[in-house]
């Protein structure tokens, strides 16, 4: 028996007069998954998630919850809530009174409302901040209290339009937590956008990559991470080293690349690189070492440090090479008092495996 399919958006596109928003999507997303929708301003994630709410319509395509097609069906008659950044708290009500709102509208019973409420207010750890108004609360109290409101009508998804964005970066990544734990807690399927690339990779089972409306890619977070696809989900997703050359050789998936005359790297080839054609080479600072004994199995290149930048766990070295290009290499701060093992002018290897380097087609 396959898995089911919480919310499926078979080839759906979105037009706003001259404007596509939204380019020919198919998406499945599993029942009691969290699926993370990233890219940058105007990519078309939060216009999917409205199709899925029911606050916009496709201009082409369908969309599907729990196998059942919902046409031109209104948000209210859908199986999903929502909570968006600004979390629209009733400000004269209290938790209990925001929190029991939409049940009462529904009408209802009063003894259900009472126990749904009292459920939900402790699945978010508000219990004793009932009778409270939210301007008594902290913002991720209030976040809170928006998400009760959501989960006690019992959707079969829930959808976040950057829920945490309007949180201070400490709160923000304590909540990215408590977010997880949660969604693993009720088990119904959150399907979450955001363009913070460490709130993907931090709390989805899957990641699906868009930009100008397209879906790009759709993987685990480490899948998404260590094997992007395309040049953008590689440059969209944390920080990368990039060599531009020409193929000299293909074989297999690996290539070879002359990144400057006499200079050649190697890498491994995403579908679309030729020989002769010109490639960026991409890898990850966290997969640069600095004089090291290298082998046939990494890259090796000479340069000069031009910076040195120390972030407490961590310190980045900025590697000029004779072309004037800079790499980043990125190692762990180990020791209890560290020192800079290199410093500005010094003189270095710069060294990488080939396996971490991807090949992409300009």
Same mark, same amino acid.
């Given at each position: 028996?396959?898995?089911?399919?919480?919310?499926?958006?078979?080839?759906?596109?979105?037009?706003?007069?001259?404007?596509?928003?939204?380019?020919?999507?198919?998406?499945?997303?599993?029942?009691?998954?969290?699926?993370?929708?990233?890219?940058?301003?105007?990519?078309?994630?939060?216009?999917?998630?409205?199709?899925?709410?029911?606050?916009?319509?496709?201009?082409?395509?369908?969309?599907?919850?729990?196998?059942?097609?919902?046409?031109?069906?209104?948000?209210?008659?859908?199986?999903?809530?929502?909570?968006?950044?600004?979390?629209?708290?009733?400000?004269?009500?209290?938790?209990?009174?925001?929190?029991?709102?939409? /049940?009462?509208?529904?009408?209802?019973?009063?003894?259900?409302? @009472?126990? #749904?409420? +009292?459920?939900? $207010? *402790? %699945?978010?750890? !508000?219990?004793?901040?009932?009778?409270?108004?939210?301007?008594?609360?902290?913002?991720?109290?209030?976040?809170?209290?928006?998400?009760?409101?959501?989960?006690?009508?019992?959707?079969?998804?829930? /959808?976040?339009?950057?829920?945490?964005?309007?949180?201070?970066? @400490?709160? #923000?990544? +304590?909540?990215? $937590? *408590? %977010?997880?734990? !949660?969604?693993?807690?009720?088990?119904?399927?959150?399907?979450?956008?955001?363009?913070?690339?460490?709130?993907?990779?931090?709390?989805?089972?899957?990641?699906?990559?868009?930009?100008?409306?397209? /879906?790009?890619?759709?993987?685990?977070?480490?899948?998404?991470?260590?094997?992007?696809?395309?040049?953008? $989900?590689?440059?969209?997703?944390?920080?990368?080293?990039?060599?531009?050359?020409?193929?000299?050789?293909?074989?297999?998936?690996?290539?070879?690349?002359?990144?400057?005359?006499?200079?050649?790297?190697?890498?491994?080839?995403?579908?679309?690189?030729?020989?002769?054609?010109?490639?960026?080479?991409?890898?990850?600072?966290?997969?640069?070492?600095?004089?090291?004994?290298?082998?046939?199995?990494?890259?090796?290149?000479?340069?000069?440090?031009?910076?040195?930048?120390?972030?407490?766990?961590?310190?980045?070295?900025?590697?000029?090479?004779?072309?004037?290009?800079?790499?980043?290499?990125?190692?762990?701060?180990?020791?209890?008092?560290?020192?800079?093992?290199?410093?500005?002018?010094?003189?270095?290897?710069?060294?990488?495996?080939?396996?971490?380097?991807?090949?992409?087609?300009?």
């Amino acid at each position: 028996m396959g898995e089911e399919i919480g919310v499926e958006l078979q080839d759906v596109v979105k037009r706003f007069e001259n404007v596509t928003a939204v380019d020919h999507v198919s998406l499945k997303i599993k029942d009691g998954e969290f699926f993370s929708l990233l890219g940058p301003s105007g990519c078309g994630k939060t216009t999917s998630l409205r199709m899925i709410a029911g606050f916009e319509m496709p201009t082409q395509g369908e969309v599907f919850i729990g196998g059942v097609p919902q046409g031109y069906l209104p948000a209210y008659k859908r199986p999903v809530n929502t909570v968006f950044q600004h979390y629209a708290l009733f400000p004269h009500m209290t938790v209990q009174q925001n929190i029991a709102f939409g /049940l009462e509208m529904t009408r209802v019973p009063k003894d259900e409302i @009472k126990q #749904r409420v +009292a459920d939900v $207010v *402790e %699945l978010v750890h !508000l219990k004793g901040m009932e009778r409270r108004h939210p301007k008594q609360l902290s913002g991720g109290q209030q976040q809170r209290v928006a998400l009760a409101r959501a989960l006690v009508n019992h959707p079969k998804v829930l /959808l976040l339009d950057e829920p945490l964005g309007a949180l201070d970066l @400490k709160l #923000r990544k +304590a909540m990215q $937590v *408590e %977010l997880k734990e !949660l969604q693993v807690r009720v088990g119904i399927t959150f399907v979450y956008v955001t363009h913070d690339q460490e709130e993907a990779l931090t709390m989805s089972d899957r990641i699906g990559v868009m930009d100008r409306g397209k /879906l790009l890619q759709v993987d685990t977070p480490q899948m998404v991470y260590e094997a992007p696809t395309t040049r953008f $989900v590689s440059d969209f997703i944390g920080e990368t080293n990039y060599l531009s050359g020409h193929v000299t050789s293909l074989q297999g998936d690996v290539c070879e690349v002359a990144v400057e005359p006499g200079l050649r790297v190697w890498a491994a080839a995403v579908p679309g690189v030729q020989s002769g054609k010109q490639v960026s080479v991409a890898f990850r600072p966290e997969k640069v070492y600095l004089n090291i004994q290298s082998n046939q199995e990494m890259n090796t290149l000479s340069g000069t440090v031009h910076d040195v930048v120390y972030t407490g766990s961590a310190t980045t070295y900025h590697v000029e090479l004779p072309d004037g290009s800079i790499l980043m290499a990125r190692q762990q701060n180990f020791d209890t008092l560290p020192d800079t093992r290199f410093h500005v002018r010094d003189k270095v290897e710069v060294s990488w495996p080939i396996q971490a380097s991807k090949a992409f087609a300009e």
